[in-house]
C-alpha cells in the first residue's frame, strides 16, 4: 500500500481517540461548561489526567483560581448540547440554562456534575508547571461516579471542524496484561 502525505495541521485527527468531554467550573457563584478533546491519562493510582486549556477559554480563570474542575463524559445522545456549548463563552451566559443541563452537587469540589452524562470525575489540579508555557494542566481524579446501567456507552471523539466519530463495537482480545 502506498502511503500519501499528511498535512501536519491535521495530525490530530488521527491521533485523537479520547471522547469528547465538558468540564465544569465554579468561582465566584458561577458555574460553567467547556467542552474539550485534548486530554490523556497519565497515571493510574491515583488517576492523574493532562489536558491543554487555553488561557484565551472563560473555564481557564476559575480553574486558575480554585483549582477544582469536574470532567464529566458525554454520549452522543446530547451531542448538540455539547458543540452548543462548544461554540458560546460562558463569560456573560449560563450554559446549564440554555442546553437545558442538570448540574449536581458534587462530593468533594466545589464544580457540578452533569447529570446528563454517564460518568463524571471530580479533580484537583496538581501540577501547574507546565501552564505557562504550553496551557497544560495535570489533575488528580478524586473522585469518581458512573451510571452502572451504561455498559458500552457512545462516546463521542471529535476529528476537526464539525465532524465526530461514535464509539462503536467492543472486541476482546487475549492478552498477559490485566
Not at 129 to 143: A, G, I, P, R, T
Not at 151 to 170: C, R, S, W, Y
Request: glycine letters at 4%; one cysteine or more; hydrophobic letters at 45%.
Amino acid at each position: 500500500m502506498a502511503k500519501r502525505s499528511f498535512p501536519l495541521s491535521k495530525v490530530y485527527i488521527l491521533l485523537e481517540s479520547g471522547p469528547v468531554v465538558m468540564v465544569t467550573t465554579a468561582w465566584a457563584s458561577k458555574m460553567n461548561v467547556m467542552p474539550m478533546s485534548w486530554h490523556t491519562m497519565m497515571e493510574f493510582e491515583p488517576p492523574l489526567i493532562g489536558f491543554v486549556m487555553s488561557d484565551q477559554n472563560y473555564s481557564f480563570g476559575p480553574l486558575m483560581a480554585t483549582r477544582e474542575c469536574v470532567i464529566n463524559i458525554p454520549t452522543v445522545n446530547i451531542v448538540e448540547k455539547v458543540v452548543g456549548c462548544g461554540n458560546m463563552s460562558g463569560a456573560k451566559i449560563d450554559k446549564f440554562r440554555i442546553f437545558n443541563l442538570t448540574p449536581k452537587p458534587a462530593e468533594k469540589v466545589k464544580a457540578p456534575l452533569i447529570d446528563e452524562c454517564y460518568a463524571n470525575f471530580e479533580c484537583r489540579v496538581v501540577d501547574t508547571s507546565l501552564v505557562k508555557k504550553y496551557c497544560f494542566f495535570v489533575v488528580e481524579v478524586v473522585k469518581a461516579w458512573a451510571d452502572p446501567f451504561v455498559n458500552d456507552p457512545l462516546t463521542i471523539h471529535h476529528q476537526g471542524k464539525e465532524e465526530f466519530m461514535v464509539a462503536g463495537k467492543t472486541i476482546k482480545v487475549k492478552s498477559k496484561m490485566k
